[in-house]
């Protein structure tokens, strides 16, 4: 029989060694513990160091994902890595190919902030569905300790770095059972990290733009609107095309922004807070690497049984927002 589906057979994790608690954020800005935990359900945050690169952390948690799929890197036919901070603003994803040693490997970055690894799963999908590859390694990663403002409370608090990966195969049947993607860019200006340009002068009314990029910017009242209106909508439309229901979800898998909108989000779909999977409070917010990275603990801790059935929504900048409706493991 013909493989024309796909399923979701590893997955694994990585993150800095290196803490900086609520505690810690005190000495930096002017905040609280509580006033952090009550807003956004943040105990700490994972910080990369200096000199640390994002490429490494993604080989770590792609190493352990493959070990879990039980394939070789030799197996892997594309490398997809969802980031908006690779450590090359050409893509990130062949240095992690050489890293791996998987040189049958085609490599690329895809970025959608914080909606990354959906898009990236479901692109993925595409070209294991097209029988075009047999296994692709799917990889969340971002390092957004390089691209905060730590005086600014309304932001630095929020964000982590870390990485998450998993393998994705070809299957007799289809363990994505549905999704939905938008994107609306006319709320771009809600949350950007915008390139910040110096006009120089080459010649004569010739001028060019060189310059880096500033920090991250956030209207949070409106994203968090954004969020709690938007995420139940294309989780009910991915459910719609699924056939699922919302009682037959067995997790609710979200990206990991905020308790707050986690909660929200889980109270409009009805769906029971046993249900939710959260470890914002020990990571914050990731980016891309979010879903990957909560998923491969909630496995690895026994609690995501093969079979069961996840409906997961990452939402962001651009603004970007999906859903994906699945089973996890073969």
Known sequence: MQNTGIAIIGSGSAVPTACLSNQAMMDLVDTSDEWIKTRTGISQRHIAAAGATLSALATDASRNAIAMAGISASDIDLILLTTS????LFGSAC???AAL????AVAFDLTAACSGFLFGLVTAAQYIKTGVFQNVLLIGADVLSRWVDWQDRGTCVLFGDG???VVMQANSSDRLLGFKLKSDGSQNHYLNLSYAADSQELTPGVTVSKGAYQAITMNGKEV???AVQSVPEVIDKALF???ISTEQVDWLLLHQANQRILDAVA???DIPKHKVISNLAQYGNT???SIPLALDEAVRAGKIQNNDIIAASGFGAGLTWGAAIFRWGR
């Open 267 to 269: 109270q409009r779909l």
């Open 224 to 226: 968090y609107r954004f």
């Open 287 to 289: 980016s891309a690497a």
């Open 85 to 88: 901070t690779p450590d090359d």
């Open 163 to 165: 990485a998450g990966a």
């Open 95 to 97: 240095q992690i190919q």
């Open 241 to 243: 095309n699924a056939q």
């Open 101 to 104: 040693g998987a040189d049958k």
